[in-house]
């Protein structure tokens, strides 16, 4: 299955396509991640992030589109991959369109995490973190028993200075400007789902896999009956391909050459043969035609010579 997440700062996919990693065994392609491994990779495309980065610039979508193009090429995405962080924007949709149409692998389902603006800001800025343990509390919806203190250790709890309400409101609305027309951009497609991502984690969760269940698991398995009967049909083309070669072969030299004189017409016909190996001859099916006429002109032409 292959999925692109869609959802606000705070929406919570993040979380979700943890547990569709877990469940599916399906990688998770964060771009984050991909210019990690690109960089201490020392790849090409990670040399030019890292130019990019080391120069305050954004990374180009073409960098990016090309490691997810080379991570593509591993055997795990195999059987699917969920995209969570990209595409940001419609352009960066649209490339990452046409790049999975040409591997022959199309996106299957968009599936957008909603949740209220309004909780957003509350899930963004509540973020309370113990400095000593780690421990996480939202001063909205998990608040520590007593306030400002750990429940577990009794430290201060600290407020990152990005979960300010200034700061978290330009991260929303920059999702709104530029990430939110994705949701009409996938649903023109008829890709679009969506589930409401307020509650409990796996009551969310259960909606996802619900909507997976029902919108691409059947498909799947329609398209991978496809594909097996295409390749058993190419199998059974091949096959007669094969017979019809060598029954043609046999043919010819059979009706048109003595014994004698076939060995001299196999060794002089031997360099045509060489340049249409079977390969060819199974992949274009009017090849085998075309071979068995090729092979009896050298044969007429060795009659007349000698
Ligand atoms: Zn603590």
């Known amino acids: ?12 996919k993040g979380t979700q396509a943890k547990l569709l990693v877990e469940k599916y065994k399906i990688p998770q392609m964060s771009t984050g991640d991909l210019l990690r491994a690109e960089v201490a990779a020392g790849t090409d495309l990670g040399k030019k992030a890292k130019a990019a980065m080391d120069a305050g610039q954004l990374v180009t979508d073409d960098v990016v589109l090309g490691m997810i193009q080379a991570r593509l090429a591993k055997p ?10 990209f595409p940001r924007n419609i352009p960066q949709a649209q490339s ?15 599936l957008l995490v909603d949740v209220d603006t309004d909780v957003l ?5 509540g973020r309370r973190t113990c400095g000593s343990c780690g421990a996480i509390y939202n001063i909205y919806f998990s608040a520590p028993k007593t306030s400002n203190k750990c429940d577990k250790c009794g430290a201060a709890l600290q407020h990152r200075s990005d979960d300010n309400e200034q700061t978290v409101g330009n991260r929303l609305k920059v999702y709104q400007q530029q990430t939110a027309p994705l949701v009409n951009y996938y649903k023109a497609q008829g890709k679009l789902r969506t ?23 059947p498909l799947a398995d329609v398209m991978g009956k496809i594909e097996s009967a295409a390749a058993r049909q190419a199998a059974k083309a091949k096959a007669a391909a094969v017979a019809k070669t060598a029954a043609a072969k046999a043919a010819s030299r059979a009706a048109k050459v003595p014994p004698a004189k076939a060995a001299t017409a196999a060794a002089k016909s031997g360099p045509v043969v060489k340049k249409a190996p079977p390969k060819k001859a199974v992949v274009k099916k009017a090849a085998p035609k075309a071979k ?14 000698k």
């Open 292 to 305: 068995s006429k090729k092979a009896a002109k050298p044969v007429a032409k060795a009659k007349k010579v």
């Open 76 to 85: 795990d995405t195999k059987s699917g991959f969920i995209l969570d962080g």
């Open 121 to 125: 800001m509350k899930r963004l800025t």
């Open 195 to 217: 589930v409401r991502g307020v509650g409990a984690v796996s009551a969310i969760f259960k909606n996802v896999t619900d909507i997976i269940e029902s919108q691409i698991r």
């Open 96 to 110: 990452l369109d046409a790049m999975l149409a040409r591997l022959g692998q199309p996106l299957q389902l968009a």
């Open 1 to 12: 299955m292959r999925i692109v997440l869609l959802g606000a700062p705070g929406s919570g």
